[in-house]
């Protein structure tokens, strides 16, 4: 606990972007939840609920990579602050849907919060690197990881409550009171970035250095075999993550015989898990290598997920279920710090942003990909065989990480020219 102790009372910028971050984080699982309550309530329709889950997704594909490259041109801090700000003010507009008619207007603010997404989360990640010494880097991502899983299970109660008590208002007031909150401890926090100012340049050459940048961050992400081998992780998981959203529900349905209040408790109980895994990730891994918690980390939870969708085949019980999905939090959160802080050790600040940006992107054409794959192979082959290959890809991959460990710990990636 004193690497843990070590971050959280030494670093004080560091703990005011945490805070901030579980706040907005709250406020994201609240809305999230919340939404697709009422979008269902609103319509009847699932084709409607799942324009959500588009919506969400598309900035992502278009916007990620491009994002980026501002995001390594302005001040972390600013644009974390002004991106909250307005996340706030796009969140008005829900107040004046009552009925389906009106339902285009909850698309375009998810659309718009997605957009905004896409500026913020680089930013935040390029941030943590320059708020704590390089010894604390993985107990800080480790940190990182776990308020996900506490603003999930906070902010996930939240929302049906609200939902049912307010609607859209409550829940579109309550969002945006979270990301105001979170604007006060961002600002509150005394790191500063200065950039030397730029020549003026013509529109032309504007446009013409965006592209050159826009360009260098895709190169960027395959540059070096440590980053391809991150970006090829990243591609890999991404397309598991898919397969998972697609078909785990079927999964519980159709092969543990669970309903829906079944399902959402095993949903909830990898929050927990999560939980407990941060926190012990964040105790011991500034004590051992980035790469080996990564790689093993995903090797661990490749076997867990696997074990979790071979055992109906000689069990109908849900029990192991909720065992593995609670077990699952600890692999899954040393392999986040890890992977996390191997990508800041291979990246520096003015092109993290970008690169950052240009691995999220195609991560999310990755996840289109398992989504579309896995409604048509759990058809054709069976829901179980699906997932156990997702479950083996975390295993290939933490395997092959953990035979390079050793070049993930001393390649960089280059400077742009």
Known sequence: MKDLWGVLARQRDYRLLLGGG?????????LRTGLAFQVYVLTGSTLASGGLLLASFL??????????????????????IVTNVLNAVVLLPLIAVHSASLIWIVYAVVLAQSCLQQFFTPA?????????????????????????????????????????????????LGDAATFLVAVVLVAAMRHRRHRPPKDEETAGG???RLKEEWTEGLRLCVAGSAMRLFFVFCLVTGVGEGVMSTLFAPFVSAELGGDGKVYGLIVSSQAIGGIVGGLIAAAIGSRLPAAALWGAGAFAFGLIDTA???????????IPAFVCMIAVGLPGALMVAGMMT??????VDGTRGRIYG?????????????????????????????????????VAGGLVVLTRRRALAIQAVPQPV
Not at 137 to 150: E, K, W
Not at 308 to 318: A, E, R
Not at 342 to 347: I, M
């Open 22 to 30: 579980l706040i907005s984080l709250v406020g994201d699982w609240l």
């Open 342 to 347: 191997v990508f800041q050790n291979l990246t």
């Open 124 to 172: 935040e990640q390029s941030l943590v690197p320059l708020l704590v010494n390089p010894d604390q880097l993985v107990t800080a991502n480790a940190l990182n990881s776990q308020i996900r899983d506490l603003a999930r299970l906070i902010g996930a109660a939240l929302g049906g409550v609200l939902a049912a008590a307010g609607g859209l208002t409550l829940l579109a």
């Open 308 to 318: 979790m969708f071979l055992y109906p085949l000689v069990s109908s019980s849900v």
């Open 59 to 80: 900035p992502a594909v278009l916007l990620g990579s491009l994002a980026g490259v501002f995001v390594d041109r302005w001040s972390q801090r600013t644009t974390m």
């Open 358 to 394: 240009a691995v999220g992107a195609a991560e999310s054409v990755a996840v289109l990909v398992g989504i579309a794959a896995a409604g048509v192979l759990g058809d054709a082959v069976g829901i179980i065989p699906v997932l156990v290959v997702q479950g083996l890809g975390y």
């Open 206 to 208: 504007a446009i013409r």
